[in-house]
């Protein structure tokens, strides 16, 4: 699965990138060669390997270049398929990818904290890129999807009628979510993600129904559950691959 990690790496820093400093570019390419970086680092340098960073490099590029385009134009659709094809794919070739090692095996055989004590760097990598998708990348997922099923129109964003702006904290309070329900699964006690999930639907319910029409409270509450579990499928997705 180092292949995937890798992606999933690199989609993490772009994301992050764009969402301290939006600038064009930039960050897409400093999440292409941060995933290359680090697959060579871990000893991924195969004939294999170094074929799939490229592509994996360029799968990171597109990300960025096809996000920025689909919430400018409407075609918030594009970056969803091109991250489905890349996750199926990166699946099916999985078996073929190299094993990861160097200095993250070295790191990892030093036993540095008591948590990642008996976890191999494969692992540990995969662990890593899973974390970094749940911050910046789990809000581009779900603007996306909001975006394409026509809950919210990207070229209101940020105007009166977005809802993101109606209710507030969304936006911090996601990537809070999906890091927390990461963590139970790991820890084996997925089933407490349920406190989470009733959590928030108590604290947003008075703030859907203070909303003057009816109209209004109706858009609110779609793009509350849409982005919600639009939300909570990132962190599930992520476990079911370090469940591989």
Known sequence: MSWIALLLVGLGIADLGHSIRPVRVVPECVGAASAVLVGVLCGLTGLRDVLALVVIAAVVVAWGITVREGFGRDRASIPLL?????LVTGVLVA???????GWLHDWLARDPLPVL?????????????????QLSTGNVIVRLVLAATGTVHPAKAGGVDDPATQLKGGRLLGPLERVFILGLGLAGHLTAASIVVAAKGLLRFPELQSKPDQDRIHRLTEYFLVGSFVSWLVPLTSLVLLAR
């Open 82 to 86: 091109l991250l489905a094809a890349a």
């Open 95 to 101: 078996p073929a990818a190299g094993v990861s090692g």
């Open 117 to 133: 004590d008996g976890l191999d760097a494969d692992r540990a990598l995969l662990l890593l890129g899973a974390f970094l998708v």
